[in-house]
């Protein structure tokens, strides 16, 4: 169960992220960049970046709002024309739903592994604005703003034990067999992750006798887990250690 401290935190971080990246892209839009790449998903512009958040922030306030876990709703297309409004709008109102949602309300979500419940939208927004602000910090060339490390860490959390378990049916997750240690130099936490033919186990220590590892403080294991370039240390077998990262 997320406990409320988690979720508040991830609240609060949405309001954050989701401000900066909402301020970087009308930087951008008045120095007439919106339309420069992101370096490391070449298909995507700023723009479309942009416009991928609004969509999903949209996406998942109908989802926290539904009162049911069965189904996703359909998503929205980003306007021709007022796309930062559009965005604006669109973080407003995930927002309330976060905030006015009562936490164990049913909500759908992708991963088997999830809590099908509201509280779980707000880690997972969190997490995914604090990536994509990143990711427009790197496409406008500029430094990166800090990440609070404790909101990095659980997002490692997330992704290893959430999100790795949404692939398990899909190659190569659904033919491998291997396991993966990952441990964060920031706290010492760790995890070793066990695949076996798209059964996906979580445990929480580093097995020493694991496949691959790899080590990095929490923000930089964000990134690398989530195949963004990152000061990591990976051993073993890259294969396996490659099973983790994010599609």
Known sequence: MIDERLRQRCIEAVVEEGERFG?????????GRLDVRVPWVPAWSARDLVGHLGTVHRWATAIVTAGHDRTAPDEEAPPSDGLLGWYADGLTGLVRALRETVPDAPAWHMSPAA???????????????AVHRMDLEAAAGRARDPLDPVLAEDG??????????????????????????????????????????GAVAVHPHAAEDADAGVQGEPVELLLHLWGRPADVVVSGDPAAEALLRGR
């Open 156 to 197: 490692v959390d997330e992704l290893l034990s959430v999100v790795v378990p949404r692939w398990a049916h899909t190659e190569p997750v659904r033919s491998a067999v291997a396991t993966v240690a990952v441990t964060s130099r920031g706290t010492g936490r760790a995890w070793t992750v066990a695949v076996d033919r």
């Open 115 to 129: 809590e099908r419940t509201a509280a779980s939208w707000a880690r997972r927004q969190a997490h995914e604005l």
């Open 23 to 31: 301020v970087l892209a009308a930087e951008m839009d008045d120095a």
